[in-house]
């Protein structure tokens, strides 16, 4: 019988953590083997949801047992991580958002000693969103003007969202710079994620749009990157890596 592909989750009883935790747990071909939480959490002492497993407070413990370690935190307790995984030569799956360009230049260089699969946005539809915008973007010339528009949770810190942000990095070319694209952000109730890029000109308005309707699309496109990432050379991949559109 092949040996299933040890997992575990950093952050493991957020919003993100809780569907981590349920979509690993139910997968045939992977063990969850614990998570972690922030030492002053109230849920130290809680078990993660449908386990007999407690959450371990040092993330090295946890590090040293996974194949892969699945992290949708912050960008500081991020920075850790990407140490302790090459420091006990850990794969990586990264949805935090946030990152600045010194934590993606971080990614870059420990890239060279582990494999890594890093996204803004995990999510099937979102990556194909990000292909046909790039596409779109090719197509239509700088006479058209480029709005994206997202709305989150009312917990959400980052803004623009890192999926808006990954869309913009799809969409820029010699017809249309960063600089140029208009941004909005919006933050309402418990909202997963909703995500439109609008090309538009005096003639025409094309939408481009992405409804989330549950945060397991963003855990399973995560899991899909874990069980893909094991059998991959040291690297920084994406989902478009992952799901093959290229």
């Not at 386990?51 to 371990?56: A, F």
């Not at 420990?110 to 946005?121: M, W, Y």
């Not at 959400?156 to 969409?171: H, R």
């Not at 050379?233 to 989902?239: F, I, Q």
Request: charged share 20%; with cysteine; net charge neutral.
């Amino acid at each position: 019988m092949e040996s299933r592909i040890k997992i575990g989750i950093v952050g493991c009883m957020g919003r993100m953590g809780c569907a981590l935790v349920k979509t690993v747990q139910d997968h045939p071909k992977t063990l969850l083997i614990g998570g972690t939480v922030n030492p002053n959490s109230k849920r130290t002492n809680t078990p993660l949801d449908g386990t007999d497993l407690y959450p371990e407070i040092s993330a090295e413990v946890l590090f040293k047992k996974a194949d892969v370690i699945l992290d949708f935190t912050t960008p500081q307790a991020t920075r850790d991580h990407i140490d302790l995984a090459v420091n006990t030569n850990t794969r990586l799956v990264i949805g935090t958002t946030g990152l600045s360009k010194q934590d993606l230049n971080a990614l870059d260089v420990a890239a060279n000693k582990i494999a890594i699969v890093q996204a803004g946005n995990m999510s099937l539809g979102v990556t194909l969103m990000q292909v046909m915008a790039k596409k779109m973007a090719n197509v239509l010339n700088d006479d058209f003007d480029v709005a994206i528009h997202e709305k989150h949770h009312i917990h959400k810190k980052d803004s623009p969202s890192g999926t808006a942000l990954m869309l913009s990095e799809a969409i820029e070319n010699n017809h249309h710079k960063k600089e140029d694209i208009t941004f909005t952000s919006a933050r309402e109730g418990d909202c997963v994620g909703d995500h439109s890029i609008i090309f538009s000109n005096q003639q025409e308005c094309l939408t481009l749009s992405h409804h989330a309707k549950s945060r397991d699309i963003f855990a399973k496109g995560a899991l899909s990157a874990a069980l893909w990432v094991m059998g991959k050379k040291n690297g920084r991949y994406t989902m478009i890596d992952v799901l093959n559109m290229d």
